[in-house]
């Protein structure tokens, strides 16, 4: 792999890192709508990282979704259920971030924000042994 590409993966994983200390801190500085859009955009930066070490790339949500399910998700690179994981904070960020009345729980928003964490774990250890 082309240094630049390692370069923009480790990038990406600390801005995703550094992105979920945000969501940390609106916990109980902002509202947890803002708390949810951190967690998925976390999430995302990470997940384009791994896809950017396998030679991977979409402009769009969708798309990267869509890559990760099928390269890494369903090849067993990492468990299904952080599959489900990224494609339910897409889904949580977008009613949060557009549909009208969507109200978070606390407790939902803190166990949200644990499994973030254990997500961009695994994907660090698991971007740069290929």
């Not at 951190?38 to 798309?63: D, E, M, P, W």
């Not at 009208?100 to 939902?108: C, G, L, S």
């Not at 250890?125 to 290929?130: E, G, N, S, T, V």
Request: proline share 0%; net charge positive; glycine share 4%.
């Amino acid at each position: 792999m082309k240094q630049g590409f390692i370069d923009l993966a480790k990038y990406r994983l600390e801005k995703a890192k550094n992105t979920l200390s945000y969501a940390k801190s609106y916990i109980d500085d902002a509202t947890l709508d803002s708390t949810v859009n951190r967690i998925y955009y976390a999430v995302f930066y990470a997940v384009n990282a791994l896809l950017i070490t396998q030679g991977l790339y979409s402009s769009k949500h969708s798309g990267v979704r869509a890559i990760f399910n099928r390269e890494i998700v369903n090849k067993g690179l990492i468990e299904k259920q952080w599959g489900e994981f990224f494609a339910d904070m897409f889904d949580r960020r977008q009613k949060g971030d557009y549909k009208d009345f969507v109200k978070f729980e606390k407790q939902d928003v803190e166990e949200w924000l644990k499994k973030a964490e254990e997500f961009i774990n695994k994907i660090d250890k698991l971007a740069f042994i290929f």
